[in-house]
């Protein structure tokens, strides 16, 4: 059987001698503590007489004792005032019983719908926010103090390539030291870069090829983790914390509502904190500047390289490896290459075929045009999605058992009229009768609603050949005078992925499907100004997929 236990309490000792309200308590109580099924063993029994403003009361602490050791069930108090006066109290006891699983019962304030339970839960809320963030306060100024008596602040700190963390308060702890061999790699990273000239790539694989393992262990280095031992100022001696916050990523791979600030922001600089000594120095500080005007000359020189724009940059795909398809700008002949075949970071080469850009996007631009611009291959595939979708949903059926339904529950309130009538029963038999009638009319309605609005929207792009003609010819129109941007735009619209397969080329985009109106009146005179619109317009979509030869 389950256990509980009681606690009961007055304010003076008056009170406690006259026992009329300490026995009143503990009886109302026990009659609860029977009628839900639990036991009350006597040593769990605690009747104390002491003011109800603080939380240091003798009694009380040997009741929470029991729920922190798991030894009870359920905790029945009497009232709120009962247990404490101040609500911020109640809410740290109520979060105790939360955390063991333990029911907290108020005799007169149920922990239900009722306000007074709303109110509880909300203090509790508001009691645990208040809570998290004085934790969080002292967490903070606790970093900040040891980051300026030199000390790295973070726990789980992890440290640049070259150095390692050595954890602890005291002299000589919390603080970085140089690994010896890896701080040799790092100092040759530099010198390769700015006394031999080499790009990242190239110190990429000469890394490779001297076989020195990645900062993760692995065999292989990448360009990223070059690009950041090379901008990384802690290699000059200079330590600082507090230098990102939590932030919203730019792209959300997945939603989580109770989890918003997945990525990080770079602070204000004035908001970083040095962490003076932490650090040991592996290069110049001359040098580390040297490097970064070195990264900024080969990123405008790499700008000036790149003159040709490529349309498709970010909707070409390897069927092969599924990697995407990159611009060549060094190239004679700027071309689309596998991002596996041409770019250090893969170290097994794709062996997927290289397009000219010029060809690829013209192949790829004329098809578009094509499936566009006819309005008879438009039209078809129209038709076709049209009856798919009505063969296959069955809205209509539904609505139609749905009628009857209602028909029957019609019928069934006009016997139950007639019945009454009759004499058959009293009035509370036939409201509880109307009632559940009632009932069951409004969830069928509901339902019927859902059917309708499907279907409606099944219906709403109807076959308007006249409209899709329209729309074809000026599509024709403007396609010829679309800026580039224009075009990136469009291609965004249609979500296109093309995919390279050796010398086959293949598309896939959505073409999305407007309303009749719009299709002959909205459209036509600002196509070009709406191409954003159009997606959010669209009550449907059509699936495309195309060969480009």
């Known amino acids: 059987m389950k256990t509980a236990a009681i606690y009961t309490r007055v304010s003076t000792t008056r009170q406690k001698e006259e026992g009329t309200s300490l026995e009143t308590q503990l009886e109302r109580c026990l009659a609860l503590a029977k009628a839900k099924g639990y036991e009350v063993p006597d040593e769990f029994i605690f009747k104390e007489d002491y003011s109800g403003a603080t939380l240091d009361r003798p009694l009380l602490m040997h009741a929470r004792l029991l729920l922190k050791e798991k030894k009870i069930d359920a905790f029945i108090v009497h009232s709120t005032d009962r247990l404490a006066r101040n609500p911020i109290h109640i809410a740290i006891i109520a979060e105790e019983c939360e955390k063991r699983k333990v029911e907290l019962i108020f005799v007169t304030e149920p922990l239900d719908n009722t306000p007074e339970g709303q109110l509880i839960r909300y203090v509790i809320g508001y009691a645990a926010q208040i809570e998290k963030e004085k934790i969080l306060e002292r967490t903070t100024r606790g970093k900040k103090m040891r980051a300026l008596r030199g000390k790295i602040p973070s726990a789980g700190h992890t440290s640049p390539y070259g150095y390692r963390y050595i954890p602890g308060r005291g002299d000589?702890?919390?603080i970085r030291a140089i690994v010896p061999e890896n701080a040799e790699v790092v100092k040759k990273i530099y010198s390769w870069l700015v006394e031999e000239g080499l790009t990242l790539n190239a110190i990429v694989r000469r890394l490779r090829d001297l076989g020195i393992p990645s900062p993760s262990g692995k065999e292989t280095w990448i360009k990223s983790t070059v690009h950041r031992v090379l901008t990384n100022p802690a290699y000059t001696g200079k330590t600082y914390a507090f230098t990102m916050t939590?932030?919203?990523?730019?792209?959300?791979?997945?939603?989580?509502?109770?989890?918003?600030?997945?990525?990080?922001?770079?602070r204000p600089r004035d908001e970083w904190i040095e962490v003076p000594g932490a650090t040991p120095a592996i290069i110049t500080e001359e040098l580390f500047n040297s490097?970064?005007?070195?990264?900024?000359r080969n990123s405008e020189l790499a700008k000036r390289n790149s003159k040709h724009q490529y349309l498709f940059s970010g909707y070409v795909y390897c069927k092969w490896c599924g990697r995407r398809y990159w611009g060549m700008p060094k190239k004679k002949v700027p071309s689309y290459a596998c991002a596996a075949k041409q770019h250090i970071d893969f170290p097994t080469k794709c062996r997927n075929r290289t397009y000219s850009a010029a060809r690829l996007e013209r192949?790829?631009?004329e098809r578009l045009e094509e499936a566009m611009t006819n309005p008879d291959f438009v039209y078809e595939l129209l038709r076709r999605r049209q009856e798919t979708l009505l063969s296959g949903d069955s809205a209509e059926e539904d609505l139609k058992t749905i009628d009857a339904m209602l028909d029957k529950l019609r019928n069934r309130e006009v016997r139950l009229i007639r019945l009454y009538s009759f004499g058959e029963f009293d009035d509370d038999l036939l409201q509880r009768e109307k009632a559940s009638i009632e009932i069951e009319r409004k969830r069928l309605l509901s339902e019927k609603e859902v059917f309708e609005q499907r279907l409606k929207n099944l219906r709403r792009w109807q076959l308007d050949e006249e409209g899709i003609k329209s729309l074809c010819n000026l599509v024709l129109r403007r396609l010829q005078e679309?800026?580039?941007?224009?075009?990136?735009?469009?291609?965004?619209?249609?979500?296109?992925?093309?995919?390279?397969?050796?010398?086959?080329?293949?598309l896939e985009a959505i073409l999305p499907i407007l309303a009749r109106d719009q299709l002959s009146s909205h459209y036509p005179d600002r196509m070009d100004a709406t191409l954003t619109e159009v997606k959010s317009d669209a009550v449907s979509f059509l699936p495309l997929k195309l060969s480009a030869r």
């Not at 990523?249 to 600030?261: D, E, F, H, I």
């Not at 490097?291 to 900024?296: A, N, P, S, T």
């Not at 800026?483 to 965004?492: C, D, G, P, T, V």
């Open 172 to 174: 000589g702890e919390g």
């Open 363 to 365: 192949l790829v631009w």
């Open 246 to 266: 939590p932030a919203e990523p730019k792209r959300r791979l997945k939603s989580n509502p109770s989890r918003l600030l997945t990525s990080r922001a770079w």
């Open 291 to 296: 490097v970064q005007k070195q990264l900024q």
């Open 482 to 506: 679309f800026s580039f941007e224009a075009r990136r735009l469009l291609l965004e619209t249609l979500q296109l992925k093309v995919w390279i397969d050796g010398d086959s080329v293949e």
